[in-house]
Nanobody, 115 residues
Framework: QVQLVESGGGLVQAGGSLKLSCTVS????????VAWYRQPLASGRELVGT???????VLQPAVQGRFTIIRNNGENKVFLEMNDLQPEDTAAYYC?????????WGQGTQVTVSS
């Protein structure tokens, strides 16, 4: 059973930083494509970025230059490092792992950025 658990969300002032963690169990992270999504209140889920099993990172334009995805395959963890946070970054953040063409989701962690 593949499970993902996110942590690290919280309340931060505009311009601040947070580092989200996603711990993967039941699968070998090095074989998975991992993505971070976010969902603002009363809005749809949107892609933040992805990291493939060969280490390629792709970030959406809205977060380029501010967010970074870091993989630690040895610890089966993926991190979303977020800098210069803005109120529009407020959302529930989710990580997903695709293993053998099947995708698994975590429960999400809330990030709130105050102005």
């Amino acid at each position: 059973q593949v499970q993902l658990v996110e942590s690290g969300g919280g309340l931060v002032q505009a311009g601040g930083s947070l580092k989200l963690s996603c711990t993967v169990s039941g699968a070998t992270l090095s074989t998975a494509t991992v993505a971070w999504y976010r969902q603002p209140l009363a809005s749809g889920r949107e892609l933040v970025g992805t990291t493939s099993n060969d280490g390629l990172e792709v970030l959406q334009p809205a977060v380029q230059g501010r967010f970074t995805i870091i993989r630690n395959n040895g610890e089966n963890k993926v991190f979303l490092e977020m800098n210069d946070l803005q109120p529009e970054d407020t959302a529930a953040y989710y990580c997903t792992a695709t293993v053998n063409s099947r995708s698994y989701w975590g429960q999400g962690t809330q990030v709130t950025v105050s102005s």
